[in-house]
């Protein structure tokens, strides 16, 4: 026993601390078979190390998953399902300011240069009524180019179409009923000042809202009634217009004219307005989509169908006949004569686009407030141009009419911000099991 000592005392150094630890692994396997509790320091240590690497493990993948739960929310919020909805909100409301930018600025031209051709010698109601018609084979190239690629990707979103006798009924109904009111247009725009006349057809928004109440469940909120009410008493003052100003006599118009006139446009602001309710009741609930495609039918075919008849008219009021006449004795020189019904038939299309375009973004009242926001910009036109005359009366009727019509822009704006704030709550609830898989 002496001699095993003395000899394990002769060791080398490095000798003894192998054999340490040859012995420390017996005793360890040792330990990790038996069921007691007793642990060798070196298993203490080991465990040790053991738990401590299997916490810098856990901190890893826990730091790799925070990691890749910033980097999503980042993706989120650079190409996630909200900043998509909200890209297609600004690209929605950049076509919508194109629509509106053609009704107003070619709507408010239309009518001014419609005023100048009856105020420089131009006779013909007809006329007038064509050329907010007839200018719709200017639009067919790009008609035929566009329509065989979007016809087959229409067809297969709705592949229940209508049928034919029913396209041709709606198109043939709301194509007479756009000849009917061109035509009273006309007849209103001949016997009244233009200032009076675009006044009086504010009201086709009160006319358009009471349609739609009925034909396309239009709710009336405090700001649409408000909008109405003030829009119906500005149209109603101009009827003392005539009685408290001496603008018939500047523009030499008789009383009787002049209420001829006043009837025939309140009429046909009627007609625009039960027009524009049809049209979007026949998107939703009969053709059953928006495209742009569907919107060049609309404006071609019922166009289509409005000249036939307003030909037809020309021809069979005579008034065919005096149309050389009319333009060698016109004013500003036979040049002038066509480049007027020209430009005048050019600037009806394109306002006829930008209307029907709003009316497939948002709705038939919307377009129909934008076309009206015109109302301030052509009477202010016509007193320089026309040197109508702005009295008391058709002053307070101006006020009115745009405090009407922006009351009603100041609901499609609240109607547009709650509708946008469900989108957002809807997006953001979607998102939440997101997180959870990542967490």
Same mark, same amino acid.
């Given at each position: 026993m002496y001699d095993s000592i003395a000899f394990s005392n002769r060791l080398p150094p490095n000798s003894i601390s192998i054999s340490n630890s040859l012995l420390s692994r017996l005793i360890l396997s040792f330990h990790m078979g038996d069921t007691q509790e007793v642990q060798h320091p070196h298993q203490t240590s080991f465990t040790i190390h053991m738990e401590e690497s299997q916490e810098l493990q856990l901190s890893k993948i826990e730091g790799n998953n925070g990691v890749q739960e910033t980097n999503s929310l980042?993706?989120?919020?650079?190409?996630?399902?909200?900043?998509?909805?909200?890209?297609?909100?600004?690209?929605?409301?950049?076509?919508?300011?194109?629509?509106?930018?053609?009704?107003?600025v070619c709507g408010s031209a239309a009518v001014l240069l419609g005023r100048l051709y009856y105020e420089k010698g131009g006779k013909s109601k007809w006329m007038g009524t064509l050329t907010q018609l007839g200018g719709f084979p200017i639009l067919l190239p790009y008609y035929f180019i566009s329509a065989p690629k979007n016809l087959a990707t229409n067809n297969s979103i709705h592949p229940n179409q209508p049928s034919v006798s029913m396209l041709a009924f709606v198109y043939v109904s709301i194509g007479l009923l756009v000849a009917l009111d061109c035509y009273l247009y006309s007849v209103g725009l001949l016997y009244l000042p233009?200032?009076?006349?675009?006044?009086?057809?504010?009201?086709?928004l009160a006319f358009n809202a009471f349609f739609s109440y009925f034909l396309n469940s239009l709710k009336f909120t405090p700001y649409i009634v408000n909008s109405l009410v003030l829009l119906t008493i500005s149209s109603t003052l101009l009827v003392f217009q005539n009685e408290s100003s001496d603008d018939s006599e500047s523009s030499q118009i008789s009383k009787k004219k002049y209420v001829i006139g006043f009837i025939c446009t309140v009429a046909a602001s009627a007609g625009? =307005?039960?027009?524009?309710?049809?049209?979007?009741? #026949?998107?939703?609930?009969?053709? !059953?989509?928006?495209?742009? /495609?569907?919107?060049m039918d609309m404006i071609v075919y019922t166009s289509f169908v409005a000249t036939c008849v307003t030909v037809v008219g020309l021809f069979a009021s005579g008034e065919w006949k005096s149309l050389k006449n009319e333009m060698n004795e016109y004013e500003m020189g036979?040049?002038?004569?066509?480049?007027?019904?020209?430009?005048?038939?050019?600037?009806?299309?394109?306002?006829?686009?930008?209307?029907?375009?709003?009316?497939?973004?948002?709705?038939?009242?919307?377009?129909?407030?934008?076309?009206?926001? =015109?109302?301030?910009?052509?009477?202010?036109?016509? #007193?320089i141009i026309?040197?109508? !005359?702005?009295?008391?009366? /058709?002053?307070?009727?101006?006020?009115?009419?745009?405090?009407?019509?922006?009351?009603?822009?100041?609901?499609?704006?609240i109607d547009d911000t709650k509708s946008e704030n469900r989108i957002t709550s809807h997006v953001s609830k979607d998102s939440v099991p997101l997180e959870e898989v990542h967490r």
């Open positions: 980042e993706g989120n919020s650079f190409g996630g399902p909200m900043n998509e909805s909200r890209r297609k909100m600004y690209y929605r409301w950049f076509r919508i300011a194109i629509y509106s930018a053609l009704v107003l233009v200032s009076t006349y675009s006044l009086v057809c504010s009201s086709q625009y =307005g039960l027009w524009l309710s049809l049209t979007q009741l #026949v998107f939703k609930k009969v053709i !059953k989509k928006e495209t742009f /495609k569907v919107v036979k040049v002038t004569y066509v480049l007027n019904l020209t430009f005048t038939t050019i600037l009806w299309q394109l306002f006829t686009i930008g209307c029907l375009g709003l009316i497939s973004e948002v709705s038939s009242l919307f377009s129909n407030a934008i076309s009206v926001l =015109g109302v301030p910009i052509v009477p202010m036109l016509a #007193v026309f040197h109508d !005359k702005m009295h008391g009366i /058709k002053a307070i009727s101006m006020v009115l009419a745009i405090w009407g019509i922006m009351s009603y822009v100041y609901q499609q704006y």
